[in-house]
């Protein structure tokens, strides 16, 4: 046996948690939260590491490890800060191979690397209702990251948290990865172009489900941010990317300007992606002050997308009048993306004016309105020509409908008297004979 009942006794006045991890009484005799979970009591869904602090024979971490692949009430294992080391988590998962209600695995900050992991990879491959795991703080480095990856491709996994995990290079095959992955946490390692070129097969095409990506202190400068940028083009999953602290360059934070709002033409802006809710982009390596300025186009934009969620079209349209129906948004999106200032209004329907300028007149006030009439005069006057022209030869074109009919009347009127004429003479000729 893994455990004492005098050990359980000590434990249970110093320790402190929920009311899994309280000793409970049975019978008149104080219960531990391993014995719960060893007969399989319903109560008991978590163990933590108050439950396995008076493990330390070896026999016991593997007996451990088959009493809760045996038990079908178990949700949460949560052993961290030092709970397990190389050596424990392997004789963990020797019996540990397979489990039936786990939902959560937290391994937080327990020093194990690559062969940890290779010794979880049965179980990995057996938990079929594992949606969360976290192995953060752990120098599991690009191998145990590759073989993590692999082992859960077939796997319900939501959320995969790798924080500070000396990952360098990533390997990921587009046909198998984790197909319900939608929380990707890869903050504080050393990721850069290469792994960027593999994190954009996770984001490209119609299957992707990832909805939020931590980059945050890596490796990445404007080449890999360029990568991200344009695998997310035509992504309609992910709502949150952070990439705060990495190399980036003013350059590189105008690719995700454009990203989510394009102002080349209207019909960009309308198509730029409309799924993206927040992207941090802090302590970049350019000036305050104009770091400050795309970050604020960039969260308005975010911002439109959040308030329209799931409704792409709606928030293209919003797009189009907060940025490109304001002068001055304009001239300074116009300016950050270095896309000539002409005129707007040459791409809108003159026929559409009208309308176009009574909402900047409702959105933006009067001041704008003038600076559009300004800018739209000709298109304005074309469209009364125009209108007028129309309406010319509307009159123009019906008179000469009505004397085409009139003639082809008068014509028919004509050939039924020829044809009446005819007749009667015939019939005169029949009666003399």
Not at 59 to 86: F, P
């Amino acid at each position: 046996m893994y455990y004492s009942s005098s050990s359980s006794s000590s434990s249970s006045s110093s320790s402190e948690g929920s009311v899994d991890d309280e000793r409970l009484v049975s019978s008149g005799e104080e219960e531990s939260g391993l014995d719960m979970m060893k007969r399989n009591d319903p109560r008991k869904t978590r163990i933590s590491y108050v439950d396995i602090q008076h493990v330390t024979e070896e026999e016991s971490w593997e007996e451990l490890g088959r009493d809760i692949s045996n038990n079908t009430h178990l949700e949460i294992v949560e052993l961290c800060a030092g709970a397990l080391d190389e050596h424990k988590v392997s004789l963990l998962f020797r019996g540990l191979t397979r489990s039936s209600s786990i939902i959560e695995l937290d391994f937080f900050d327990n020093g194990f690397s690559v062969p940890g992991v290779r010794s979880m990879v049965p179980f990995l491959e057996n938990a079929n209702n594992l949606t969360y795991l976290c192995v953060n703080d752990n120098n599991i480095q690009s191998e145990g990251f590759n073989m993590l990856f692999r082992a859960l491709r077939d796997s319900p996994i939501e959320t995969l948290s790798c924080n500070d995990c000396g990952i360098g290079s990533i390997e990921i095959d587009s046909d198998n990865f984790p197909r319900n992955l939608m929380d990707l946490d890869l903050s504080d390692n050393s990721i850069s172009a290469d792994g960027c070129q593999e994190i954009a097969k996770l984001l490209q095409g119609g299957d992707s489900t990832l909805t939020k990506l931590d980059l945050y202190d890596n490796n990445i400068h404007d080449e890999g941010v360029g990568i991200l940028a344009d695998s997310l083009r035509n992504n309609t999953s992910l709502a949150t990317l952070h990439l705060t602290n990495n190399m980036v360059t003013i350059e590189g934070a105008k690719s995700f300007l454009q990203l989510v709002n394009d102002v080349s033409s209207i019909k960009a802006t309308q198509e730029s992606n409309r799924t993206l809710r927040s992207i941090r982009l802090e302590d970049w390596r350019i000036a305050q002050n104009v770091k400050e300025q795309i970050q604020r186009h960039i969260d308005k934009a975010a911002a439109i997308n959040f308030i329209n969620a799931n409704n792409p079209e709606v928030a293209g349209r919003a797009t189009v009048v907060r940025t490109l129906l304001n002068s001055a948004n304009r001239a300074e999106l116009m300016e950050l993306q270095g896309v000539n200032q002409s005129s707007l209004y040459g791409e809108i329907n003159s026929l559409h004016l009208p309308e176009v300028l009574a909402l900047i007149g409702e959105k933006h006030g009067q001041g704008e309105l003038y600076i559009a009439l300004k800018l739209s005069i000709a298109g304005v006057i074309s469209t009364v020509t125009r209108t007028h022209c129309l309406q010319e030869q509307r009159v123009y074109r019906r008179g000469r409908l009505e004397a085409v009919e009139a003639e082809i009347a008068g014509i028919d009127t004509a050939d039924g008297g020829v044809a009446q004429v005819t007749s009667e003479s015939r019939s005169k000729k029949r009666r003399r004979a």
